[in-house]
């Protein structure tokens, strides 16, 4: 029952700064949030930049590796379930990550609220099924060979291992990113 009334109390926040104008409209009237330039002018956008750049970086890799056709991922079930909980991680990830880049006039408290605390732990979560494949895939090398195509095995723990590190370093980068009232 916890769970209702938070959402019920987060909804009702929510509409308490929506109000009506004179002629009818919805108008929202709450705090716009902006990435602060707390470190000198233009590091709002360089911060912002980086954001963009990595979460791009960061789903090309992970949807990359799910398209190297490699000898230990090729329907090993201790390789495909590490993959499934990469993608599904990425979207959390980037569901939240893109409603807080793309501002357009700022970003509603609500919002902020909403999705500033997912994104850490969407990166946490991406970079340990990254890990697990990485390792995983090792293990299965280790134990049955490289097989026929080394390239295309080695290209993939290279991904995966890619994958983990650029995930713990998005999660910092956001955690690092300082917020302030527009």
């Not at 909980?85 to 408290?109: C, H, M, P, Q």
């Not at 080394?150 to 993939?156: E, F, G, I, R, T």
Request: net charge positive; aromatic share 10%; proline share 3%.
């Amino acid at each position: 029952m916890a769970g209702k009334d938070g959402k019920k109390e987060r909804r009702e926040a929510r509409l308490r700064d929506i109000t009506e104008d004179a002629s009818g409209n919805m108008v929202y009237t709450g705090e716009l949030w902006r990435i602060s330039d707390s470190n000198g002018p233009g590091s709002a956008l360089r911060q912002r930049m980086l954001l963009i750049a990595g979460l791009a970086a960061l789903t090309l890799i992970v949807l990359g590796s799910g398209c190297i056709d490699a000898k230990n991922a090729m329907g090993a079930f201790y390789v495909v379930l590490p993959y499934i909980g990469e993608v599904s991680a990425l979207f959390g990830l980037a569901w939240n990550a893109v409603k807080l880049i793309y501002t357009g006039d700022g970003i509603r408290t609500y919002a902020l609220e909403h999705s500033k605390p997912r994104i850490p732990g969407a990166c946490r979560i991406l970079s340990v099924f990254a890990a697990a494949g990485f390792v995983l895939s090792v293990l299965y090398l280790a134990l049955n060979g490289i097989g026929e195509t080394p390239a295309d095995s080695l290209s993939y723990i290279l991904l995966k291992f890619a994958a983990a590190v650029l995930a713990e370093w998005y999660r910092r980068l956001f955690l690092s990113t300082e917020w302030e009232t527009k």
